[in-house]
């Protein structure tokens, strides 16, 4: 049984398949999206921008980037943790992220461990994520 969805935002294919690889076993209801253009219409789609209880967005993507992506859930879903994925650490971004209410800001490649301590983290604060 699915425990929760998560919607996992990035360019690189491949990057989202070792996203979804190490959420595998947790029994997570994985979205994809490979751009923020693309995440913001399947988080339009259905019930998705109710039931979506994390996202997990690449900073550097094509059309709408993370930075947008996020600006567009601040208005639209504030409620819904939003960690941000980098292979280009920036503290001033990170800064920025974080005091506009960004939950977490990764590192590529990232630590399967720490994502998932990461997601575990907001799991048992959302009831969207452990349902």
């Known amino acids: 049984m699915a425990k929760g969805k998560i919607l996992v935002v990035d360019d690189d294919p491949d990057v989202?398949?070792?996203?979804?690889?190490?959420?595998?076993?947790?029994?997570?209801?994985?979205l994809e999206a490979e751009n923020g253009e693309v995440a913001i219409d399947t988080l339009k789609q259905g019930?998705?921008?109710?039931t979506v209880g994390l996202i997990l967005c690449d900073v550097r993507m094509p059309k709408i980037?993370?930075?947008?992506?996020?600006?567009y859930l601040r208005k639209f879903a504030p409620e819904i943790p939003f960690v941000m994925l980098t292979g280009y650490p920036d503290t001033q971004m990170a800064a920025n992220f974080t005091n506009k209410g960004g939950k977490a800001y990764l590192v590529k490649p990232i630590d399967r461990e720490k994502l998932l301590d990461t997601i575990d983290s907001f799991?048992?604060?959302?009831?969207d994520l452990d349902s």
């Open 16 to 30: 989202r398949e070792v996203i979804l690889l190490a959420l595998e076993p947790k029994n997570y209801d994985i």
């Open 47 to 50: 019930d998705n921008l109710a």
């Open 123 to 127: 799991a048992r604060e959302s009831p």
């Open 65 to 71: 980037n993370g930075i947008g992506c996020f600006e």
